[in-house]
């Protein structure tokens, strides 16, 4: 039946979209709004405490589909494309008070968590294994970076899936997200194994040399390492987008940095201590590291059956490997500049510095990236932009354009600064005097952060608006391209810190020490 050819019918379409249309921000933001006496669905109890009907983890944060739909299935005839455009650009109501409150907390336990695995470095750069085989340092950010290419990623994928309403029955949920762990997995397991060569390869090129058993101990370290970190924070994670959902808080504004939070700790933590025991029973039992490596490589094929459960990571299977092993490689170059920077006295204090910047850029290009996918779900079919998006990009309208996320944008940018100053004094008061930094150094830095931060601000709002366009899901695509940047930008940035001081003669000795 055409659609256009019943005026009541369509008259009726369009009373129900206008009331769907009004419901848009109580769905985004159930928490923000009170009880309506027109029993419109997905409410939770309001700020000043009425209750409408109670949100079920079920129901979508966001209405499953574009605001103005049609009963009509089947393909929407030209007559009425015209009368409509393809996006509804409409803005969802959440206000600026509760979108900082809801990020800065997990910004802050975040930034905390990279400041703790900043100083974890600082003293495992000492021990026997990270002094004897120095090619850990380039395996140190692309491990890191399996936040970014994983973590992240999951938790924008199942933010997502709630705000939309892709998780409506239990066995759709659990299917989704065993799914999902066991995609993360076996994408774990063959990061960490590539890395590991990668790591090798590129310390042959420099040094001229290369030990097998070091090389194994590096596979058999980064494999383990990425396996358990990646099981670990993917429960973690699932954990964190249900009890979200739950509170009726909106996961993307906590799921990628809670990810971040734990996920360089953890991951530094198991591969400091991995790699020094391989390396203490080396001596006595060279075969363990090949044989404990070959083990995790052969539980591959199980991973691989279960993330056939579900057709998203099906499907990924096949097409994921782009994104995270080209963010190895990028993060495996900035590992490349730690790695020189222990030879030079001058830089050893970057070791400190270089989670935090990285870690701090990663989690909130992280959260602009998860906000415009949502967005981008919420309002567009796959490969159809914007209005306002469709014309040449321009750094402006990132900060000042139309949309919703510029808006986001603003505040991540200005979270930038205060919460840099925040973690160097942090880790001024944690070292005791074994670090100082000194005031020309603190504007050094922070101008080295502002600048990473709004860069990646603005690559990352053309790259999910341009992999949308060109049908990739940008839940699945630009994180793991975002943190990699992030990664690479932040350690080369810090280094070009650490040479301006050295140019300046405002070297701390502490710095160094």
Known sequence: MDSCSDPEQQNGNLELTELE??????????????????????????????????????????????????????????????????????????????????????????????????????????????????????????????????????????????????????????????????????????????????????????????????????????????????????????????????????????????????????????????????????????????????????????????????????????????????AMVISSLGGLILDRAMTDPNLMGLVVYTPVINGVGGNLVAIQSSRIATYLHSTCSLGKLPEDTKSCYCPFRTFYGKGPNSRTSQVLLLLAIPGHVLFLYIINLMQGGHTIPTPVFTALYLAAAFTQVFLLLCIADWMVHCLWRYGRDPDSFSIPYLTALGDLLGTGLLALCFRLLQVISDVDDHLGD
Request: aromatic letters at 8%; one cysteine or more; glycine letters at 8%.
């Open 21 to 326: 249309a009004s419901n848009v921000e109580c769905e985004i933001m159930p928490s923000l709004c009170d009880g309506r006496p027109d029993g419109s669905k997905g409410f939770t109890p309001s700020i000043n405490g009425h209750v409408s009907k109670e949100l079920t983890e079920s129901d979508p944060l966001l209405s499953n589909g574009r605001l103005w739909t049609s009963n009509v299935s089947g393909p929407v005839p030209q007559q009425c494309e015209e009368q409509r455009p393809v996006c509804v650009q409409s803005k969802p109501n959440e206000s600026v008070c509760v979108m900082v409150l809801q990020i800065l907390v997990p910004f802050l336990l975040a930034g905390l968590g990279t400041v703790m695995a900043g100083m974890l470095l600082d003293v495992v750069q000492h021990w026997s294994v990270f002094q004897k085989i120095t090619e850990i340092f380039i395996l140190v950010p692309a491990l890191l970076g399996l936040k970014g290419n994983l973590e992240m990623t999951l938790a924008s994928r199942l933010s997502t899936a709630v705000n939309i309403g892709k998780m409506n029955s239990s066995k759709e949920k659990w299917n989704l997200i065993i799914g999902n762990l066991a995609l993360k997995q076996v994408q774990a397991t063959g990061l960490g194994f590539l890395a590991a060569l990668a790591a090798s390869a590129l310390g042959w090129v420099l040094d001229k040399k290369l030990v097998i058993n070091y090389a194994a101990l590096l596979c058999c370290s980064s494999v383990v390492t990425a396996f358990t970190a990646s099981l670990l924070l993917g429960i973690i994670m699932v954990g964190v987008i249900i009890g979200s959902k739950r509170a009726g808080i909106n996961p993307d504004n906590i799921a990628t940095p809670i990810a971040a939070s734990f996920g360089d700790l953890i991951t530094l933590g198991l591969l400091a201590v991995i790699s020094q025991g391989f390396f203490n029973c080396m001596e006595r039992c060279p075969y363990v590291a090949y044989v404990v490596c070959a083990f995790f490589l052969c539980l591959t094929p199980v991973w691989v059956i279960m993330s056939f459960r579900h057709t998203e990571s099906r499907k990924l299977l096949y097409c994921g490997w782009e994104p995270i092993i080209t």
